[in-house]
């Protein structure tokens, strides 16, 4: 049979076309457990190798479940090796922390909360309206503003500050030398802040 490009073997998996499916679990499913590997690696939990297996079903899934709602809002903004990536590594994530809160000695969870700095109050974990009506405005700014920053400063912000990806991770990504990604982490973050600082003012004024 021939072999399908990406974007037809993505649009055959949300058709449920077995041999797309099949071609892309052949395809992405050993990079799907580096990726899960790599991440386990650097993180500071135990895991054994039925954890990562145990990821990379929960990877997958992800991709066919909710009627397949990953596959129908990937937009090809960046590649599908990169997203490929993204999934993978938010998988392994959310696995350890569910899994730490599972197991976490409530001591531990003390100290944690201890080391927010002498003097500081913890989150409210229930905020008034107020204050989620300012978190979410904040949050819709950010996002609004992260689109209008250009792609490489937009993807690089989101691998470091949402995935936790490193410097030699997104340089890999996005194809450039590492000792460039903090160059470009600095200034995106530095425009980000400038633009986040002016829209809170205006939200200040109108009310």
């Known amino acids: ?21 099949e071609q892309f679990v052949d395809e992405w499913s050993r990079y799907s457990f580096s990726v899960i590997q790599q991440t386990l690696r650097t993180s500071r939990w135990p895991y054994s190798q039925e954890d990562a297996e145990d990821i990379l ?20 903004r ?19 922390r569910r899994k730490r809160w599972k ?19 913890p989150p409210d974990p229930n905020p008034g309206p107020v204050e989620q009506v300012a978190d979410k405005e904040k949050s819709e700014m950010v996002k609004a ?14 691998y470091y500050f949402y995935d936790g990806a490193s410097y030699k991770e997104i340089s890999e990504l996005l ?18 802040e400038n633009r986040l600082s002016g829209k809170i003012e205006g939200l200040g004024e109108k009310k």
């Open 103 to 121: 197991t976490i000695p409530i001591s531990e969870v003390l100290e944690e909360d201890s080391d927010q700095g002498e003097g500081t109050a």
């Open 57 to 76: 079903s929960q990877v997958f899934v992800s991709f066919v479940e909710n009627q397949k709602h990953l596959f129908r809002n990937f937009q090809w």
């Open 175 to 192: 194809g450039i030398k590492p000792h460039y990604v903090g160059t470009m982490i600095f200034r995106a973050k530095k425009l980000l």
């Open 1 to 21: 049979m021939k072999k399908l490009s990406e974007k037809e073997m993505v649009a055959g998996c949300i058709e449920g076309s077995v041999p797309a499916w």
């Open 78 to 96: 960046c590649s599908l090796k990169t997203w490929v990536w993204m999934v993978s590594r938010k998988t392994a994530i959310r696995y350890f």
């Open 145 to 158: 503003i992260l689109n209008e920053l250009p792609e490489r400063e937009r993807l690089a912000l989101t």
